[in-house]
Structure formats: C-alpha cells, structure tokens
C-alpha cells in the first residue's frame, strides 16, 4: 500500500495545469482552462482544468478527476503505477509494499522489463552464426536494403523458428510462465497444456512507448506463409488500439506534419531515408484513441496507405477519425510501386518527397476514387456520380470550402453551380437532423441511465439513482455533511441507497475520507477512472448551485430514505419477485 500521506504529497505537488498541457493545448477561460477533451473526439474545446480544485471535467464526455485518474486514463496505467509517475515529476520516492496483494495479479514494471529483456534475446538472434540468423539478415540487409545502423535504431531481431528457446532465456532470469502467458510472449498449448514461444521463425519488430519502454512485438515470416505478421495481444502493459509504432522517434518530429503508414517496413524505410515523423497503427485500421494521440503531437497528416480496396477503406476511416479531432488530411499517391517502402528503393528518397509535397487534398482524392466508377456519358450513371460528389461535400463543415468544392464539380458535370448547392444543403440540413436526432437520443440514455457503464442499476430506478447521487455530491462537498454519518445514530447508511454503485461510494466516503480533511485522491484506490469520473462529476454539479444548505441536504437525504423505503415495499409486494426469493433461499439450503 502506497501511504495516505504520500498520495496527498504527491497531488498537492503536481501541478495539475502543467500535467494535462504535456497531453492537450489549453487555452485560459476566466480563472480556469479549457481545450479539446483527449477521451473524445470534439471540435470545440468542453474539457476544463479548475486550478482552484486541482481537478478536470468534460461537459462533452462526462470524464472527470484529479491529476491520478488522468493519468491512469491518457497513460493506460493502474493505480499504484499512476501514482509512481506521478512522484517520479515531482521528485517523490515511492515506497509501495505488498504490490502483488494489492493490484492486479501482474506488475507492470516487471512485465516492461520482461519485455526489454525478450528484446535483447530477439536483437542478439539476429547476429548468430547460423543458417536461421543468416536468411533473416538477408532479408533486412539484402532484400528491404537496411543498414545494421537502422536495425540497431529500431532494435530489430529474429525469433528462432523454436518452440521453447525464448522461454528457456527468460525462465533463468526468474520470470514465470504466467508471466509469459500474459505478456503475449508464450501461449499454452491445447493438447499438451504446456506453454509455447508465440513467434518462431519471425523477424522481429519491438513496439516502443513514447517513455522508452518495449511494450510489445510485431513479427514478420521471411516467405510467403501465412499469417504474414503476428502482434502482441493486449496485455497488462499495451493495448494495440492505444499505441503506434515508431511514435516514440516521430514525436519530436512530427509538428509540421506526421506520415501515417500501413505497416513496420514503411515506417522504418522512411525513418531511414530522412522521414522521422512516419508512424504506423499496430495490426489495425486506425482508431478514435489513435487519432486522439496523433492529434497531441500535430495538426497535419499524410495519409501513405497502399491504394487497394482494403487501403482505401482504410483510408476513408481515418480522414473521418482525424479530422474529428481537428487534424487536417491529405493522401499520398505513389504510382509505379505498392508502398513508400518499394517506392523509396525503386525512386530515393527525393523522389518521395516531391510525391509528399504534392499529397492529395480529401476532396481531390474523392474525386479520383469517384468518378472513375461511372461512365459519365451516360445520365444515369452520371446523376449517381454526382450524388455520391454531392455526400462528400456536404460532409465538409466549412462553408466556404463546401462553396469551392461546388463550383468545381459544376463546371466539371457542366450543371449550374447553384442547382448543386441546393441539393448540397438539403444534404447538410438532413445530416444536421440526423445529428439533433442522434444528440437527443444520447441526452435521453443519460437521463434515464440506459447503458449507464459505471452504474448499470441506474436505468432501473433513474429517479432515486439521481437522488442518490445528489446527497453524495453533498456530502462530497461539506465536512459537515460527513460528520453527521459519525454520530451515534447516524443520519444515513449504507441500507438507504438502493444501487450498488453508490453504496460503495457512500462507504468509501463515509470510510476513508471521513469528517475531516480530505482528498477524493483518496479513493483513487477502490475505484476505476470512469469511477473516479463520476463521483467527481456528483461534487461538480453541486459546487455549480448556490444552494448547498443544512436544509437542502436534509431534504434530499428524507427523499432518498423515503423512496428507497418504497421501492423496497413495492418488491416485497411483487409475487414475482417473492418466489425468486423462496427459490434463492432453497439453493442456498441445498
């Protein structure tokens, strides 16, 4: 266990502004700042810092909390292993007892090290005097034209084509085969129940975070065999949709502009040929966190995918996704190879830049991927063209690009420009619905607490759920309040909230925090960042009202005991749920 006053030391010393700035650009609003929430996608800015409170909430999102819950949010990383990068900022020493007792069953600094040390095995192979090691550094060297001083930088390596040599190096330095298991290195064998080594007879490719640490292997077959590539699985140390290859090079690199890649090798010819900013998704078509993180380091990419059907899909996602998060896109179009890395051996790496320089605008590459698919001599076909043309621009949110991208394709369908507009803005208006309709849709799931993710009994008593989080917030927000639940008959417990979710609040709070000072840093410990979000968001909106009073929260505190007590009547007056009764009790019996 870390030490109360630790955790308090290490809060109170971080500079919560400070924190979130290494993660979004925050701009000041009154005494408060604010900017585009890195838990989802936005255009205009909802998330605020309060420096008063040391804390963040999202009106967009709902996320919420202090310097610990962000980042074990935007970090992936559990408590315990929160608070340490935290202390490690701000110069505090963390002593943490009983680790394995107290967090999940695999420590995440060990398992980064197991990984470092699977690394070092991978680079090693690859250097051996034998016939295995030697086809694998033809490829790199002789095939894919790497130098040795390119594979050191990536750390590349070669897992022999061995059931067990992998596992037999990392057991004699103490790791376990859970560990193994675990970390995606070993899988158990169906027949036998024995673990395995997952990449046998693969170059391999280390994932490095933007910290330094190997969270994670991408491996390639040196022939045709299939599958091409294996990933690392999500693990206690990496989640693939979170993460992208060769960010840790291109984040001081990329400003100006970041090449987004299909795959290892493009990354690493670019990288090679002078292109630092090159980084590539893990396995997968780009995702909303991906985007959310290349939209931290700039505010332009290049999109670099191979132009077949699957890359085009591919690429449509990701112009949808990154410019979601305000990131501006453009294509490449290569011609005379199948991917920046052909290209760069066939052409060099000036010839790629003249291609880099000229990469397509979205509307310039819908127009290439349209209009071929019709024969525009033909009216039907062309009328499809463009309603198709005619979806993409009213997809634009500006309306002075929308207005350029019109009087393009009128004068190229020989149309009146203003007879598109009008079909453009009927188009605009329907989506603009559909969004309305689709915004009141998600108000009303969260009114009623339908898919309500931290409290699922929310949606089945939504009245007193609301009730129960308006007297938590006001015991979140008053000592006094807390110090009433101390007393020799208190004035609440835990049997007068109905949802499980908040009785465990109510405890936590009753518990940890007491009826003197405190931090909601405190419960960190007992729960999730989605938690942590939402009781925050209980204090907020009653730090917003003006009345806070002894009555008020007497009042709210005789409502909720009230109703809890009558919806405790009505399901012991439903024969229903009376037989479930009768029947739970004989199982329990038996």
């Known amino acids: 266990m870390i030490p109360k006053e630790v955790i308090e030391e290490v809060v109170s010393r971080t500079d ?7 993660y979004v650009t925050l701009k000041r609003a009154g005494s408060n700042m604010v900017g585009l929430c890195p838990f989802h996608s936005e255009r205009s800015p909802s998330f605020t810092v309060f420096q008063g409170t040391n804390s963040f909430y999202c009106f967009g999102c709902s996320a919420a909390g202090d310097a610990i819950s962000f980042v074990r949010r935007i970090e992936n990383l559990d408590y315990p292993d929160a608070v340490e990068f935290l202390a490690k900022r701000v110069g505090i020493t963390v002593v943490n ?3 394995h007792e107290t967090r999940s069953r695999y420590d995440r600094k060990r398992m980064l090290e197991m990984n470092r040390e699977a690394a070092h ?6 250097f051996k005097d034998n016939a295995e090691a030697a086809a694998a550094r033809e490829y790199l060297f002789d095939k894919r034209a790497l130098s040795k001083a390119t594979v050191n930088h990536f750390g590349l390596g070669y897992a022999p084509n061995n059931f067990d040599a992998l596992l037999k190096h990392l057991r004699s330095l103490g790791y376990t085969d859970d560990e193994l298991v675990a970390g995606s290195l070993a899988k158990v064998s169906e027949k036998t129940g024995n673990p395995f ?4 007879g693969r170059v391999i490719f280390p994932v490095i975070d933007v910290t330094g640490n190997v969270i994670a292997f991408g491996a390639r077959v040196l022939d045709n065999s299939k599958p091409k590539y294996l990933n690392t699985g999500d693990t206690p140390v990496f989640k693939k949709t979170r993460n992208l290859f060769a960010l840790n090079f291109a984040r001081g690199e990329c ?4 090449i987004l890649c299909e795959g290892y090798m493009d990354v690493i010819a670019l990288h090679a040929a002078g292109f630092p900013q090159a980084v590539a998704t893990l396995g997968t078509a780009i995702t909303q966190d991906q985007a959310r993180i290349i939209s931290r380091y700039t505010k332009r990419v290049v999109i670099s995918y191979d132009m077949d059907e699957a890359g085009r899909n591919a690429a449509d996602k990701a112009m949808k996704l990154l410019e979601e998060v305000g990131v501006d896109v453009t294509l490449l179009r290569i011609k005379g190879a199948k991917d920046p890395d052909e290209f760069i051996r066939n052409s060099g790496a000036d010839a790629f830049r003249q291609v880099l320089e000229a990469s397509q605008s979205k509307f310039d590459y819908m127009l290439d991927r349209v209009l071929p698919k019709y024969d525009l ?7 499809k063209a463009l309603a198709e043309l005619r979806e993409t621009i009213a997809g634009f949110s500006s309306s002075a690009e929308r207005e350029v991208y019109i009087g393009v394709v009128a004068d190229k369908f020989s149309i009146p420009a203003q007879s598109l507009r009008d079909d453009v803005n009927r188009a605009v208006a329907r989506r603009r619905r559909e969004y309305k309709k689709k915004e009141g849709e998600t108000l009303r799931q969260s009114i009623t607490g339908y898919q309500d993710r931290v409290n699922p009994e929310f949606s089945k008593t939504p009245g007193i759920a609301r009730t129960e989080e308006t007297v938590l917030g006001l015991l979140l927000l008053d000592p006094n309040y807390r110090a009433a639940l101390h007393k020799d008959q208190p004035v609440l417990t835990e049997d007068d ?4 979710f908040s009785r465990r609040v109510f405890t936590a709070v009753r518990d940890r925090i007491g009826d003197g000072d405190w931090e909601i840093s405190a419960l960190n410990e007992d729960f999730t960042p989605e938690e942590i979000g939402r009781i925050y968001a209980m204090r907020n909106r009653r730090m917003q009202l003006t ?4 009555k008020v929260f007497s009042d709210c505190v005789s409502a909720l005991k009230a109703a809890v007590a009558k919806e405790k009547t009505s399901e012991s007056d439903d024969p229903m749920a009376a037989l479930e009764q009768i029947l739970k009790n004989k199982r329990n019996d038996t």
Not at 121 to 126: K, R, S
Not at 377 to 383: A, N, R, V, Y
Not at 497 to 500: G, S, V
Not at 547 to 550: H, I, K, Q, R, V
Request: glycine share 6%.
């Open 255 to 258: 400003a100006e502009r970041l």
């Open 547 to 550: 009345d806070n009073g002894e």
């Open 497 to 500: 909230f109905l949802t499980a």
């Open 197 to 200: 080594s997952f990449f046998r």
């Open 121 to 126: 095995f991978f680079h090693a192979e690859l």
């Open 97 to 99: 007892t009983d680790v």
């Open 16 to 22: 919560i502004v400070q924190l979130i700035s290494g």
């Open 377 to 383: 001599t033909d009216p039907q076909e062309k009328i």
